[in-house]
T-cell receptor
Framework: GESVGLHLPTLSVQEGDNSIINCAYS??????FIWYKQESGKGPQFIID?????DKRQGQRVTVLLNKTVKHLSLQIAATQPGDSAVYFC?????????????FGKGTHLIIQP | EAQVTQNPRYLITVTGKKLTVTCSQN?????MSWYRQDPGLGLRQIYY???????DKGDVPEGYKVSRKEKRNFPLILESPSPNQTSLYFC????????????FGPGTRLTVL
């Protein structure tokens, strides 16, 4: 079936470096892709999204890149800070898949080394 | 403060003892949803509601019930909990018609012995 997954379960980076978290998806009909951040003991928090007709979108310190050719999504975090330590989920929305058709990936744990 | 609240945050119970996890949002959102989160499986949708008195099954509805009598509340009911329902549960809400952003509650960690 269609699914969204992540390449690496854990990513360790030095404080101040840039982080790149990857995600593969399989449903070429998805309309939206979203990145969520989940800190320990909290619910997922929206970070940034991108429509399927875009290939790049920038936020504050974050950039999402979408490569539809290889069905790949990435989240880039610039100048990683200790507060960026969390599990990051990608999710895809396929409007033909139900009320919101939201499918989550399994998550990547970002660890910041001092 | 705009938020989604859940109660209880932690619950340990025994097999077969009915329980309810409450969810409430103060953002006047039409859409509400329940997810469970399990290691290695990510977030999976249990039930969702597009408005008052309208509920539908998600991906893993077996063993759960929901109700939506009021716009702000969306309780999750486990009539006869079993150990395989031990999980971390999240309630979420969003405006109907807004595709992308859901607001999540803080989570309820349920253990069924």
């Amino acid at each position: 079936g269609e699914s969204v997954g992540l390449h690496l379960p854990t990513l360790s980076v030095q404080e101040g470096d840039n982080s790149i978290i990857n995600c593969a998806y399989s449903n070429s009909a998805s309309d939206y892709f979203i990145w969520y951040k989940q800190e320990s003991g909290k619910g997922p928090q929206f970070i940034i999204d991108i429509r399927s007709n875009m290939d790049k979108r920038q936020g504050q310190r974050v950039t999402v890149l979408l490569n539809k050719t290889v069905k790949h999504l990435s989240l880039q975090i610039a100048a990683t800070q200790p507060g960026d330590s969390a599990v990051y989920f990608c999710a895809e929305i396929y409007s033909g898949g139900g009320a919101d058709g939201l499918t989550f990936g399994k998550g990547t744990h970002l660890i910041i080394q001092p | 403060e705009a938020q989604v609240t859940q109660n209880p945050r932690y619950l340990i119970t025994v097999t077969g003892k009915k329980l309810t996890v409450t969810c409430s949002q103060n953002m006047n959102h039409e859409y509400m949803s329940w997810y469970r989160q399990d290691p290695g499986l990510g977030l999976r949708q249990i039930y969702y509601s597009m408005n008052v008195e309208v509920t539908d099954k998600g991906d893993v509805p077996e063993g759960y019930k929901v109700s939506r009598k009021e716009k702000r509340n969306f309780p999750l009911i486990l009539e006869s909990p079993s150990p395989n329902q031990t999980s971390l549960y999240f309630c979420a809400s969003k405006r109907q018609g807004v595709v992308n952003e859901q607001f999540f509650g803080p989570g309820t960690r349920l253990t069924v012995l």
